[in-house]
Nanobody, 118 residues
Framework: QVQLVESGGGLVQPGGSLRLSCAAS????????MKWYRQAPGKERELVAA????????NYADSMKGRFTISRDNAKNTVYLQMNSLKPEDTAVYYC???????????WGQGTQVTVSS
């Protein structure tokens, strides 16, 4: 059974940084593409970043390029999202998402709240 547990969210001032973690279990983590999504109040869930199974390739939403970095440690079954230069508009619930090889639909974590405010 796929389980994804996010952590690292919280309240941070504009311009600050946070690192989110997503601990995975119940599946072969090193075979899965991992993604981070976010959903702000009243808005649709949007893709933040993605990383391939071995971490060779990453991609980002345009508004996050240069500020956010996705990475993974397959030995620890964990994917990370380093967020720098945070803005109030980055305030959202951030979700971890796991997509297996050949899968059409993946699995979600429960989310972690990030609030950027002075």
């Amino acid at each position: 059974q796929v389980q994804l547990v996010e952590s690292g969210g919280g309240l941070v001032q504009p311009g600050g940084s946070l690192r989110l973690s997503c601990a995975a279990s119940g599946f072969t983590f090193s075979s899965y593409t991992m993604k981070w999504y976010r959903q702000a109040p009243g808005k649709e869930r949007e893709l933040v970043a993605a990383i391939t199974s071995r971490g060779v390739s990453t991609n980002y939403a345009d508004s996050m390029k240069g500020r956010f970095t996705i990475s993974r440690d397959n030995a620890k079954n964990t994917v990370y999202l380093q967020m720098n230069s945070l803005k109030p508009e980055d305030t959202a619930v951030y979700y971890c998402y796991a997509l297996g090889p050949g899968d059409i639909a993946g699995s979600w974590g429960q989310g972690t709240q990030v609030t950027v405010s002075s």
